[in-house]
């Protein structure tokens, strides 16, 4: 089994030293750095909230208060170079939070309440999936919450580094590779029950 | 890592991507957070909130349920303490500002801001606040230092 990368590459290198230019200059007012910092992490976050299936309402809540946290936190990071793991942590956090409130779940009348959530979107884009991309989602979506909510994060675009993937989960780094394997196998294992063909893999 | 699994993932990415791709609301969301920037400020940071996820702290919750929030400027010496009660699809909000004494607070939420003055004994009250994101800036009558703000906090 692979051992859990340690060794910095010289990719995450310039990763790292291309956010730590980005978050400091948003610190001090340039908001293309600020614009480019949302672009390359939204889809983190989002994956953290689809992954913890939080309602569309608190979603919207959660993903506002990460980003603008971090709006008063830019020139406080003590890592800036490490802020996808700070918003990763954050989300994290939030969703705990608005999971334990759980507030919106109460049934409402209020129009306004269901005004905030999504209008299907989720729904209408699947139509756009070929047959057997929409079986494979469908698969996914079925693994357990475990395997889900790790594998949501991991195939979020960008790709998130395994110190992201790691604050999202609450797990430790050497952690995530392991088990980012089973989840992958257990996959592979649906798909075959259900006919999808995911190619071969190397340890067969 | 197997070559396969790494080829797996791209084509899960590439999935996801188009079946459940980041939605346009929450980026605009996301990039308008900037226009709350301020300049000049001491940040007060959560320190304790009685709805946070360690379940030692947990007890009943729902609505009518009280909720408790500390922010602490440490630098200062000060400390922020809210009661939050929803009220229907609202929040209503009771402050104490420790020390206690006269203050302009400006409450920020996704609905506006609402200016509000704490009574000689630091307390402040703002009824009706719209559900989501709040911070409040906090400025002391005759107080010349920069303004403290409390971490945004989904109430």
């Known amino acids: 089994m692979r051992q859990a990368k340690v060794s910095v590459s010289r990719q995450d290198v310039e990763h790292q030293q291309e956010v730590r230019n980005l978050v400091a200059a948003a610190a001090v007012g340039d908001e293309a750095a600020w614009n480019a910092l949302v672009d390359r992490f939204s ?6 909230v689809q992954g913890f299936r939080i309602n569309p309402a608190d979603a919207e809540d959660v993903n506002q208060t990460v980003w603008l946290r971090l709006v008063e936190h830019l020139g406080r990071l003590r890592e800036p170079e490490r802020v996808g793991a700070w918003i990763a942590t954050t989300t994290r956090n ?48 079925t693994l357990p919450e475990r395997c889900k909510q790790l594998l949501r994060i991991v195939i979020a675009d960008p790709a998130p580094s395994y110190d992201e993937v790691a604050s999202a989960v609450g797990l430790s780094v050497g952690s995530i590779g392991p088990t980012r394997a089973r989840c992958l196998k257990q996959l592979r294992r649906s798909a075959e029950l259900a006919g999808i063909d995911l190619g071969p893999s190397d340890s067969e | 890592m197997d070559h396969s699994d790494d080829k797996l993932i791209q084509e899960l990415r590439s999935l996801a991507a188009r079946a459940d791709p980041t939605p346009e609301r929450m980026l605009r969301a996301a990039k308008a957070s900037y226009a709350w920037r301020t300049i000049d400020s001491e940040l007060a940071e959560l320190a304790y909130d009685s709805a946070g996820h360690d379940p030692s702290l947990a007890g009943v919750r729902g609505p009518g349920t009280t909720r408790m929030l500390s922010f602490a400027a440490v630098e200062r010496g000060w400390t922020i ?26 409450v920020r939420h996704g609905g506006g801001v609402e200016l509000v003055e704490s009574d000689e004994l630091g307390r402040f009250a703002v009824k009706r606040v719209q559900e989501g994101p709040v911070s409040i800036r906090c400025t002391r009558a005759g107080d010349d230092a920069p303004a403290v703000i409390t971490d945004w906090t989904t109430l």
């Not at chain 1, 409402?108 to 756009?128: C, H, K, Q, S, W």
């Not at chain 2, 009660?85 to 020390?99: E, H, K, W, Y």
């Open chain 1, 94 to 141: 939030e969703c705990l939070r608005a999971l334990r409130l759980a507030r919106r779940q109460v049934p409402t009348e209020d129009e306004a309440v269901f005004e905030r959530a999504d209008p299907g979107e989720g729904t209408d884009r699947r139509l756009l999936l070929s047959e057997r991309d929409a079986a494979l989602w469908r698969l996914f979506e």
């Open chain 2, 81 to 106: 303490e809210l009661e939050v009660t929803p009220v229907a699809d609202s929040i209503d909000i009771l402050g104490q500002l420790i020390p206690a004494g006269h203050a302009l607070l400006e």
């Open chain 1, 43 to 48: 889809p983190l976050v989002y994956a953290i």
